[in-house]
């Protein structure tokens, strides 16, 4: 049986997501101002989003191919749109800081991993495919 690239794709979504989430808990994670990697402040918003999306994408790859490919589109597509509102503004609508704390002075680094993640997502989402697995079903 051949490998289901956009399932083996969610599976690792869900895994770098649920990541995410994990590392505001874990104190090695973390430096004495209580930043992830001495770069990200995550709160419980954050969090919330983190293992939403990751589970999200564990479901779509237990489901099926075109519900992977489904995900990965939808969900390029909303984190790649939420990195460049925070790149604009400071601010993420997908945690709601845009909402609760307006424009903010963030650095560019921190709108990273959504630009990253959804341009990956968007990638392996639209990736051209052979045979009847073009337009999922």
Sequence with gaps: MRA???R????AFAAVL?????????????DA?????GLFYLDIYKDALHVASGLWALAAGL??????VTFLRAFGAIYLLDGIVGVLTGSSFLDLSLFLKG??????LSNGPHLGLGL???????R????????PA
């Design 33 to 37: 101002d209580g930043r992830v990697f």
């Design 120 to 126: 990956a997502g968007v990638a392996l989402g639209w």
């Design 8 to 11: 083996l794709a969610a599976f």
């Design 103 to 108: 424009f903010q002075d963030s650095p560019l």
């Design 4 to 6: 289901d690239v956009d």
């Design 18 to 30: 649920l990541f995410a989430a994990a590392t505001n808990y874990v104190p090695a994670f973390k």
């Design 63 to 68: 489901w099926s191919r075109s519900a992977a």
């Design 128 to 135: 051209p495919r052979r045979g009847p697995a073009n337009v």
